[in-house]
């Protein structure tokens, strides 16, 4: 089955203590990003990848890092959390640009 | 201000009737303008995707319409159904570099009742 799998699908952490959310995808698909989503904003683009190793920012990048290592891994990285960065997190993937992009379930990500 | 406005914020319908979702945009140049599908907590799910060539696309009881002279954009929910209640989300693509630039609507959260 073509997916796109996030761990964990939920997080609670305390500000300062570095964590990493997974995302994988078994389609070969060469993009890959990375989503936010808070209330009132819609979805915002964190991070994007249109390959290995070729990685870029998109609108809110601050405070996020990432990779892309290998093909169907691509790591959101959050080196130093805060609370401005408990939101939902979605993981994309897609094909091409004209074809359908393929979304991760989402991780819920509390910072107290 | 957000270059992809959707409209209604939020809709309610009784079941078996037909809706018509919104979306308008200003983001230029345009590659393709795509209508998700997103159930409360989980991710979107892709229902239509259309190039500036295209006007119409259908899946299944869903069916969209571009029209890229006024950048608006429409999804028509035919003989809604009780599954149908979620958010629907207008996202356009823009050419940016070697990748595409993707700007989301915030969504009309349709609610299908008995």
């Known amino acids: 089955e073509a997916q796109v799998t996030q761990n964990p699908r939920y997080l609670i952490t305390v500000t300062g203590k570095k964590l990493t959310v997974t995302c994988s995808q078994n389609?070969?698909?060469?993009?890959m990003s990375w989503y936010r989503q808070d209330p009132g904003l819609g979805l915002r683009q964190i991070y994007y990848s249109m390959n290995v190793e070729v990685t870029d920012k998109g609108d809110v990048p601050e405070g996020y890092k990432v990779s892309r290592k290998e093909k169907r891994n691509f790591p959101l990285i959050l080196e130093s959390p805060s609370p401005n960065q408990t939101s939902l997190y979605f993981c994309?993937?897609?094909?091409?640009?004209?074809?359908?992009?393929?979304f991760g379930q989402g991780t819920r990500l509390t910072v107290v | 201000k957000n270059q992809v406005e959707q409209s209604p914020q939020s809709l309610i319908i009784l079941e078996g009737k037909n809706c018509t979702l919104q979306c308008n945009y200003t983001v230029s140049p345009f590659s393709n303008l795509r209508w998700y599908k997103q159930d409360t907590g989980r991710g979107p799910v892709s229902l239509t995707i259309m190039t500036f060539s295209e006007n119409t696309k259908s899946n299944g009881r869903y069916t969209a319409t571009l029209d890229a002279d006024t950048k608006q954009s429409s999804l028509h929910i035919t003989a809604s159904q009780l599954s149908d209640s979620a958010s629907y989300i207008c996202v356009v693509s823009a050419p940016h570099g070697g990748y595409q630039k993707v700007t989301f609507g915030t969504g009309t959260k349709l609610q299908v009742i008995p």
């Open positions: 389609m070969n698909h060469e993009y």
């Open positions: 994309a993937s897609s094909a091409d640009k004209n074809t359908e992009a393929f």
